[in-house]
């Protein structure tokens, strides 16, 4: 039922919407207010909170549909999940109730800052500090890559509050888009989400209250990898989207394009690639969807599995979307179809949350 809700609304409010937001490079409002008015911007935030309290794999489905007709609008739900749950996984109470409200009515959206200019694959590394002073922190530092940003009213921003500890001298806060010190640098040009916002966040002395902290000093890295093990799944659930999109359309085409006096999806060598394409994304599924029941459980060997998932799917994504571009042949290089966009959006799923080569470092150090 669940599908059947978010898929109409989908079809109807968000893909119109899909190929104009990619060509000007705009935030899809469209998606975003779709969503809203419907209750699934942020589905995964607790009852309690105001929230629809929707498990993983609910929250999963949800950002698959989405992303099976516009990659860049299923950041709105992904990224929601992404930039709040350290804070439901370890945050206080009082930081719950304050922040997960106003997240859960649609009145504000949360983004996640880990990264920065010289610290990706290597995240401890970072060089965002946090100084107590008094009843305050003072945040100061450059944050790089970070999704919805500007548009976010709300940031779990990572920052080095002991430097002499590397990844345990890390803490994380809840920073405001309106606290005074916060700007934003220009959207980057990008290969593919383009409706997505990427830009920079600066922090310029940002003089923050010390209950803004994200559970005990220290422990703000620990909090964001295992956000990571949960999130992860959600960017299989994009890569998926994108996939499945990518096959429906192709699916839709080879049967009305005609060569050789008949329909190509005549031709065995079409219909191999279609088998394939199908069979990859169904065993893409099957992994993504486990992984979320054991991201909803809590199992021990959740960090392999959510990297297997994220690895595979958005593998299977790029060439799924490949071999899409291949079945239009010309036509599916042009963007006067949607297969191009699929396959360009398809290409970040490899690189964030961790690239596929950090998580093949991460699935060899959890080996089940
Ligand atoms: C569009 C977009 C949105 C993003 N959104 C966010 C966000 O919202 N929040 C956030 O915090 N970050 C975000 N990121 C950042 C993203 O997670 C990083 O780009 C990613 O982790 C890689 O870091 P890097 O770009 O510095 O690459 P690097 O770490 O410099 O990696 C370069 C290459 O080296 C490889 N490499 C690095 N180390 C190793 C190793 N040990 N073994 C083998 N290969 C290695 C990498 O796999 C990659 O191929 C986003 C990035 C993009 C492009």
Redesign the pocket.
Known sequence: MLRETIRALAESKIAPFAAAVDEESRFPQEALDALVASDLHAVHVPEVYGGAGADALATVIVIEEVARVCASSSLIPA?NK?GSLPVILSGSEELKAKYLGPLAKGDAMF?????EP??????AGMKTKAVRDGDFWVLNGV???????GVSEYYTVMAVTDPEKRSKGISAFVVEKSDEGVSFGAP?K?LG?KG?P?REIYLDNVRIPADRMIGEEGTGFATAMKTLDHTRITIAAQALGIAQGALDYAKGYVQERKQFGKPIADFQGIQFMLADMAMKIEAARQLTYAAAAKSERGDADLTFQGAAAKCFASDVAMEVTTDAVQLLGGYGYTRDYPVERMMRDAK?TQ????????QR?VMARNLP
């Open positions: 990224v992404l983004s996640y800052a880990l990264s010289d610290a990706g694959s290597d995240a944050k790089r890559w970070i999704t919805n940003a980057e990008k989400i997505s990427t970040i690189i964030y949350e961790g690239t596929n080569q950090v470092i």
